[in-house]
């Protein structure tokens, strides 16, 4: 009886057929693919691979010959230049795919983008991907030239459909650093007629070869109506799955929420500690020869700790750890000790399961995200293991990933659905700090009394000493910034003579659609009607005393739990009129002149570096209190966490990750002056109220290793500043409030302020309900509200029913956008700014205003 397709569930319901494009030596299309379902407002459809290793278990010699082979095609393409070129894969994906290209290209080094930031490593570049349910993506190599030099560049993708990230990032990287020929690698090439057309017409316009190498090629032919047929299945189907699941403990979060640990048992493999897990920061061809004569050793140790007759072994990689598990499991089956050994990995992407033999994803197991992601939490996935009949899994992480939550989430996921499970923990590569100059003097490597009694040359007694080089002082008013020169020392960089911005629908497009990062350009600065200027001047009056009492009760509780003496640093720039109004509360109150400073945190990049180098210089870390306006769902709260982090893990100073801030609606903070989600003056304007300063820039032709992160100041814009008159008008209320913020604060210091992250959970549900999937597009609370109104391009804005006053500016600004306010019951916020989730310029009307949501 012939085996049934996994594809012909969804097929059969929806209409959507794959046709072959007829490649005469091709594998079929339905040989390499299965179909399964998910919610997308763009495509229902999944295309599933069997042999990448993914989400299928599939033999690991298969998943490596099908990457391997596509190498040695790039090789016969490319003839003599192949020994010049450099391959570049997509996470998560493709990590491992890429690899094994690279493997079959010969002597080529690898690089992958990667979602995890790592401190002190400069990115040379980042995407978003568009329709990901992931976050930025990054390229972090250790060696800066990798990149940079002329020879061809193959990307790596597991399927080509229309194309969009991968042009993008060719146009982004040829901008920097022009070659004459891309090959661009897939499984399989599903690319429309017209989209065929397009690869042809850029390849014209770049000026450059670009070439298509894939398994098989086809198109899939989708019936009309197939999206609302899709998201009804997804809908019943789900539902039918969530009760079904939560009846057999299938597919949902592991029991083990009491904090135990379920068993399982560690394997030791003795890795190298030069020889890196794969190639987030480049995987150069010495790395794997290094391997290559690792791999016999590491799977004898495994084989060993499997024991006789292991029966069935999944070796399950983790999200972008892919390659050093399949090589892994390639050398176990190769061995013979098991009966039969799978290969898969844990994934991001959210999936509908339907146990069918006709459909690609039959089971799936929830767990949470266990390697602390720059994102925020969230949930991971493991499909088709649950029902596998796995006599073992032999789970494979980074030591990034190796932490309690790894053992009460996915090992105990995977405990009811296998006989053992092994934990085998490879350490995360962290590219050694590259010393960034060499002093004219070199000190003695011996003590000076003992140098007249050795007969030596000066040199045979001196080393070179390396020292990181001298960071510049703060920048400061009226040079740089309409702040007085005592309110706050700016550690940026001075960008304001370069030219940064762009028409917000020219970003947007930019960022979601792969070709830039948002940090990299500045949006135009909003320059307010006078009908504006008059709601925020009234908005001003009417919260003063409100915003004065919040900046006392934050002040207050830091001095009495973090430091009689703090050092405030602000996150530039939202954060840095509360870090001015901070300094001017301490000292009206209690004659403190605290230092204050303002600081560049980016989304995806982290904090910069050199300016907490700075920092731990001229202050003690452990008096540094870090400061922002308020929370939306928490990313930067985490985003500073995870960076310091990692900071003190690789012998940094310890900074303190606790942030402070003036309205905490998301509670994703316990040090805070309002749970209440009101309007924020500051948040109505730009840089008119922010010292006349723009946002951060972090771009790597303007910001290098030993620069702080850049800022422009807008001079020309001094006759619109109200930085000054807002925090006067709002000191003014000081005296007023100062009994109500003494009760306050005593009840705060008993009270249990925990963060419970209600917030994050509002965007995680948000974003599925209105067919987003990027948390990255939920802009939570009034403050991030007005800056997608500002700095964006608005889809739509949810309000709490029976809001008032504080959304009179939103209202506003929607209106002159042309954006629709939809009120809602049961929102945590008094409302919600949604980001046009897959923007074109189709996105918005000849007017420039949104397009009527639909």
Known sequence: MDAVWSGTWVADRLGVRLQEAGDPGSPRLDE???????????????????????????????????????????????????????????????????????????????????????????????????HSHATSHLLLPEDPKLLAGSGPLVLVDDEFSTGNTVLNTIRDLHARHPRAHY????????????????????????????????????????????????RALVEEYGAAAEVLAANSGDGVRPAAQDGTEPDHERV??????????????????????????LLPAVARRLTDALGEQPGRVLVLGNEELMYAPLRL??????????????????????????????????????FPAHDGPADGPGDRYAYNVAGAGFDVVVAVVDSTGDTPELRTGLLAALAPHTGRVLLVPVPSYVPAPVPTSVPERREPIMPEAVLPDLALPDLALTAPVL??????????????????????????????????????????????????????????????????????????????ARMARAVGTVTETVLAERSPSPVLVSLARAGTPVGVLMRRWA???????????????????????????????????????FVDGWTGKGAITRELSAALAAQQEAGGPGFDPEIVVLADPGSCVSTYGTREDFLIPSACLNSTVSGLISRTVLRSDLVGPADFHGAKFYRELAGADVSTDFIDTVAARFDEVADAVDAEVKELLAADRTPTWEGWAAVERISEEYGIHDVNLVKPGV????????????????????????????????????????????????????????FTRGATGADGKAVASK
């Open 467 to 544: 020292t990181a080089p001298v960071l510049p002082e703060p920048l400061r008013g009226p040079a740089f910034s309409s702040y007085a020169a005592e309110d706050v020392g700016w550690l940026l960089q001075d960008l304001s003579d370069v030219a940064l911005e762009a028409p917000t629908e020219e970003r947007e497009e930019a960022i979601q659609a792969g070709g830039a990062h948002y940090a990299e350009s500045l949006p135009v600065e909003y320059q307010p009607s006078p009908q504006y200027q008059e709601l925020y001047r009234s908005a001003l009056t009417a919260s003063a």
């Open 268 to 293: 030791r493999l003795d890795w190298p500690g030069g020889l890196p897990d794969g190639g987030r920061h480049g995987f150069t061809p010495a790395h794997r020869e290094t391997l290559d004569a």
């Open 183 to 230: 090959v661009v690698v897939a499984l399989v090439d599903m690319r429309s007629p017209a989209d065929r057309d397009r690869l042809t017409a850029f390849a014209a316009d770049l000026g450059a070869r670009v070439d298509l190498i894939a398994l098989a090629s086809g198109t899939v032919h989708l019936p009309e109506g197939v999206l609302t047929k899709g």
């Open 329 to 366: 499991a390639k050398a176990l089956e190769e061995s013979g000790a098991a009966r039969e050994v799978r290969f898969s990995t844990t994934t991001r992407s959210p999936v509908l399961a339907v146990d069918d033999p006709g459909y690609a994803i039959r089971t799936r197991l929830v």
């Open 587 to 625: 000292r009206a109150r209690h004659g403190l002149d605290l230092p204050h400073y303002a600081v560049s945190i980016v989304r995806g990049r982290g904090i910069d570096p050199n300016a907490l180098r700075w920092l731990a210089a001229h202050h003690d870390p452990a008096d540094v209190v």
């Open 32 to 130: 390499l693919l299965g179909l399964a379902l998910r919610r997308n407002p763009k495509r229902a459809h999944l295309l599933v691979s069997q042999v990448l290793g993914k989400h299928v278990p599939q033999s690991p010699t298969a998943v490596y010959a099908a990457g391997h082979g596509l190498g040695e095609r790039v090789r016969a393409l490319l003839g003599d230049d192949a020994a010049s070129a450099v391959v570049l894969g997509y996470a998560e994906t493709a990590t491992g795919l890429g690899h094994c290209v690279a493997d079959g290209l010969g002597a080529a080094p690898y690089l992958h983008s990667t979602r995890r930031p790592v401190p002190g490593v400069e990115p040379a570049g980042g995407f978003e991907e568009a």
């Open 783 to 838: 403050g991030e509200t007005t800056r997608v109104l500002l700095r964006r391009v608005p889809w739509k804005i949810l309000a709490q029913r029976g809001a008032g006053a504080d959304l009179d500016h939103v209202r506003l600004l929607a209106e002159q956008r042309g954006v629709p306010v939809e009120e809602v019951d049961g929102l945590p916020y008094t409302c919600v700014g949604l980001i046009h989730p897959r």
